[in-house]
């Protein structure tokens, strides 16, 4: 999809003027830290393909030995850019680790890498009228759980093991539609992959709302 870091453009060190290439946080002449490059994606910044699948162990694996290079307490006592670099580089890590290892921002992250959207549809709505018709009906039966029951945690219960199911299914499509995209670049996989992505996206508030609505019988 882009160039990663092995095919790299040269930057120069803010300290040294010496050759660094992209994707180096560190110069290779005077060891100095440098400025996140912004011209490498989160994928890049990790070393991963950009994959809706994703080996989540490397990732974690990958966040760890950088927080452990660019950590801010390693550079309590150098300067003020390096320590301003260094806290750069945590805050993007920090970024891109919660969106690569969240399915639903992670979907919605490869759309917007691949051009199909220039940024989160918050408001992006389902064009399958069966499926809006499920969510409408899903709410319904939401509405008609009263809190104060003393079955309101089973009824609550058993809505989220469907949604969470809904959900499983929806990613599984995902990961369908994105690798035959890769694979074959057809745009018409792109946008079945922002369809589940939209799907996702439904179900998952909805779980939010069930969080929200156990907490309410908790607190009764």
């Known amino acids: 999809m882009k160039e990663g870091p092995s095919q790299s453009r040269m930057s120069i060190c803010w300290s040294c003027r010496g050759a660094v ?14 400025p996140p490059d912004p011209r490498l994606d989160h994928f890049q910044n990790f070393a991963l393909e950009p994959l809706f699948t994703l080996d989540l ?15 801010p307490d390693l550079f309590v006592s150098r300067g003020a850019t390096e320590r301003r670099y260094s806290m750069e580089h945590v805050t993007r890590l920090n970024e891109g680790y919660r969106i690569l290892k969240d399915p639903l921002l992670r979907g919605e992250y490869l759309l917007v890498l691949a051009g199909l959207r220039t ?20 709410r319904e039966t939401l ?5 104060r029951r003393s079955d309101a945690m089973e009824r609550l ?49 909805f779980i939010e709302e069930l969080d929200r609505r156990e907490e309410m019988v908790f607190s009764c």
């Open 143 to 147: 509405e008609e759980v009263d809190w």
């Open 57 to 71: 162990a490397r990732l974690e694996q990958g966040y760890r030995e950088r927080q452990q290079r660019f950590h």
């Open 157 to 205: 219960g058993q809505l989220r093991r469907q949604v969470e199911a809904a959900c499983g299914a929806e990613m599984a499509e995902m990961g369908e539609a994105f690798a035959a995209w890769s694979a074959a670049g057809d745009l018409q996989d792109l946008r079945r992959a922002a369809e589940h992505t939209d799907r996702l996206r439904y179900f998952t508030r």
């Open 119 to 138: 940024r989160t549809p918050e408001n992006a709505t389902p064009s399958d009228p069966s499926f809006l018709m499920e969510v409408m009906e899903l």
């Open 21 to 34: 290439p992209s994707g180096v946080g560190f110069c290779p002449t005077c060891r100095v830290i440098q």
